[in-house]
């Protein structure tokens, strides 16, 4: 079966840096996305990694490595607005996307 | 990136009547439409893909008579849900792409049945 596992929940403090893994089993790979979702609001993209290796936007990159299955999301500078929930999904074979459940990130003072 | 626009952003109806959720691609031709929905502090849950000019595909457990979709043009689809009932209350959001590219979220609607 298709399975995509994150964190369900990580604690960070205010200016630090946190990375939030995602590791996947999928049929076939087509891209894996980040998104970033607030409470009570639709999920905004973040990132789109399809080739192995680092992909930096700002104060957030990105992670993929095809052949461990794995990615992550690094957070620097961390801001008490990046308090939201951070979604993996991976696009199999078919272009659809698999979802992980999020990981619920909180940021400290 | 490009603009997904849903509407409306949310809205309380009766049980027992129907919803019309509108989802439209701004800047970009969405060739696949994607309607989900998200019950409090759960993940998203597709509930059905849909191709320009073709019947959409639904997800095993989602009743295709309740949650009519209608994808007639590259740049908006509808979701309507008939006859709601309270346990339909929850948040929907359409994302759509052109072509295999990453998809866009609409802002989401939360529905209320009373």
């Known amino acids: 079966g298709q399975n995509i596992d994150q964190p369900t929940e990580m604690t960070a403090t205010e200016g630090a840096i946190v990375q939030i893994n995602c590791t996947y089993q999928t049929s076939g790979f087509n891209g894996l996305f980040w998104y970033q979702q607030h409470a009570g609001e639709a999920p905004t993209f973040l990132s789109y990694?399809?080739l192995d290796g680092l992909e930096e936007k700002g104060r957030f990159s990105s992670f993929l490595s095809r052949s461990k299955g794995y990615s992550y999301l690094l957070l620097k500078e961390l801001q008490m607005k990046d308090s939201a929930s951070y979604l993996c999904?991976?696009?199999?074979?078919?272009?659809?996307?698999?979802w992980g459940a999020g990981t619920k990130l909180i940021i400290k003072p | 990136g490009a603009v997904v626009s849903q509407h409306p952003s949310w809205v309380i109806c009766k049980s027992g009547t129907s919803v019309k959720i509108e989802c439209r691609s701004l800047?970009?031709?969405?060739?696949?439409m994607f309607w989900y929905r998200q019950f409090p502090k759960q993940s998203l849950m597709l509930m059905a893909t849909?191709?320009?000019?073709?019947?959409?595909?639904?997800e095993q457990g989602v009743e295709k008579d309740k949650f009519l979709i209608n994808h007639a043009s590259l740049t908006l689809s509808t979701l309507t849900v008939t006859s709601a009932h309270p346990e339909d209350s929850s948040f929907y959001i359409c994302?759509?792409?052109?072509?295999?590219?990453?998809?866009?979220f609409g802002q989401g609607t939360r529905l209320t049945v009373v």
């Open positions: 994302s759509a792409r052109e072509r295999d590219t990453e998809a866009f």
């Open positions: 999904a991976v696009m199999d074979s078919n272009y659809q996307l698999i």
């Open positions: 849909s191709n320009e000019g073709s019947k959409a595909t639904y």
């Open positions: 800047d970009f031709q969405a060739t696949t």
């Open positions: 990694n399809v």
